[in-house]
Structure formats: structure tokens, C-alpha cells
């Protein structure tokens, strides 16, 4: 069972596009990413690149959890989202804990 971190922002999602956090508690395995390109300039990886650096200004941290509680609505990353994010650099690679990756950390040129 994940454990979900509060963060005192409303998700909304990107206006045409699916979600860059999604209604899942399934863990994320770090090797399964499989992206080794960064995503194409879209609307909605900008997007959840702009949600981590607030939810980091938020929780004070580089380190952001993946399984998220938007003021009630519990989500977790995208893991595509993740992957293009490390392939750009946005991300460091991420490590798997106990029960996958747990969270994720800003590189420092995104801070």
C-alpha cells in the first residue's frame, strides 16, 4: 500500500491531454521506465514539469514522492511522464525502494 504525501494544491489537469498524474496506487518499478529519449515539446510533459517544481516549492524539497494527495484526491506520477523527465534530465534517475520507486528527485538544474 503506498503512502500518500499531502500537498496543499488542487490537481488540474492538462486541458486536453491525459492525465500527468493518474488515479493509480500500483508501484512503479525504476527498470521498467524504459524511456531513453525526451518526450517530444508537448503541452503536457511542460505541464508536469511545471507541477513538480511547485509541488517541491510546496514540500520544500528536491525530493518529491510519487503517490501524491492533492487536498483529498490521492494520485500517483505518470510513469511515462517520469521516464521522458529522467531522458530529459529534468529528473535524476530514480532508485527502487522496498516496493518500487517511492519518489523522485528534481535534477539540480531544474530547482
Known sequence: ?????????DYEP?????DVFVKASS???ADSLGK??????TPRQAYFHEY????SWHLGSP???IFLDFNGDRRRMDKGCIGHAVAAGV???PVNGPDGISQI???ESHI
Open 1 to 9: 500500500m503506498p503512502e500518500w504525501t499531502a500537498v496543499p494544491l
Open 14 to 18: 492538462v486541458s486536453g491531454q491525459s
Open 27 to 29: 508501484p512503479i518499478d
Open 36 to 41: 531513453t529519449t525526451p518526450a517530444p515539446t
Open 52 to 55: 513538480l517544481k511547485r509541488i
Open 63 to 65: 525530493s518529491i514522492p
Open 91 to 93: 529528473l535524476k534517475p
Open 105 to 107: 528527485e528534481l535534477a
